[in-house]
């Protein structure tokens, strides 16, 4: 589930940082949803994380 939200990351704002990765790949599937929905209407990459 973590590889459609990273690919979407990817397209909008760039190159993630390794630690981000690390993050999605660690996440749990609430977490995952939760960024997504976020995704949506975010400025910037650390609105969706924060």
Known sequence: MHEI???QLRWRFGTL???MKI???TADED???RW???LLS????DEIFH
């Open 23 to 25: 993050k999605l790949k």
């Open 42 to 45: 975010a400025n910037t990459i």
């Open 31 to 33: 977490s995952i949803k």
């Open 5 to 7: 939200l990273e690919t």
């Open 17 to 19: 940082s390794e630690q």
């Open 36 to 38: 997504s929905l976020k």
